[in-house]
């Protein structure tokens, strides 16, 4: 993409397969218990309406008339409006910065200045390009999925769209120069609530430490991709946050416990707590963030390193905001 814009682009894992693993042998060999499985709608839904937004976007964009003038022509040219823009403009193959924008992108100015807060909503349904899209569409099927069937539409729903608005939140207030789009807020705040479910349903679960360790190693390495340049890391961490908070809040289970020698469900004290804590800081962040936000303050000035977790400079690139 071009250097005003910054993709929340989906990061990998090992071999290259980002989310996927985490999912696989998370929700493989976790629990003890063998309850009945919802059927997973959503999360197709998401997919399809993520893909039918992108086409919408190429269709608007409409590179043979709009082509500002960069080196190259347009690229598959015999898709006629929807061909892509040239490669030294998008190398994601994908629409211009100004039909991103267009078409809901998030930038600060537009947000704070231009009244447009429902920015920080459509962002999260636009994709720099079609490698953009497919990365980030496949993490989704491959973690949503799963969690739908565990937990349902109403939960996962709830926690991929408020997940999408948290990073998007805290992208505004480090990174205010670009324009960001994807859906990877979200997609990280799914992968967030996986972590705080599989903590705060500790005692149900087999081979507890070899799945935390597993979830922590590709958390680590999703938002350590996040460093590269052009990529919107600080809408993964909003996201990844949101989703923790959430997972316990609204992925909580009950336990098992014995009363008079028979096992019996319940909710553990614990749970409870952590419920509790999650909650106010999920509610404070919010409040916090977004008064930031409309007032117009710049997070960078109240923390002089943050910008390094979203781009670290290096011999071969440089980082700018």
Known sequence: MSGRDLERGAAKGPRGGGYNQAAAYYAGGG????????TSWLVPVIVVANVAVFIAAM???NCPRNNLGFEGGCVAGFLGRFS???????????PSSSTLLKMGGLKWDNVVNGNQGWRLITCMWLHAGVIHLLANMLSLVFIGIRLEQQFGFVKVGAIYLISGFGGSVLSSLFIQNNISV????AVFGL??????ELLTNWTIYT?????????LFIVAINLAVGILPHVDNFAHIGGFLTGFLLGFILL????FGWVERRAKSKHMGYQ???LLIALVLLIAGFVVGLIMLFRGENANDHCSWCHYLSCVPTSRWKCTN
């Open 182 to 185: 994807g859906a990877s807020g």
């Open 207 to 215: 081979n507890k430490a070899a799945a935390l360790f597993t979830l």
């Open 31 to 38: 629990r003890g218990d063998s309850e009945s499985q919802w």
């Open 252 to 255: 909580i289970r009950p336990q």
């Open 191 to 196: 992968l967030g609530a996986m972590l705080s």
């Open 84 to 94: 892509f823009q040239p490669l030294k403009e998008n190398p994601l193959f994908g």
């Open 59 to 61: 269709y608007v964009n």
């Open 272 to 274: 409870y707590v952590l």
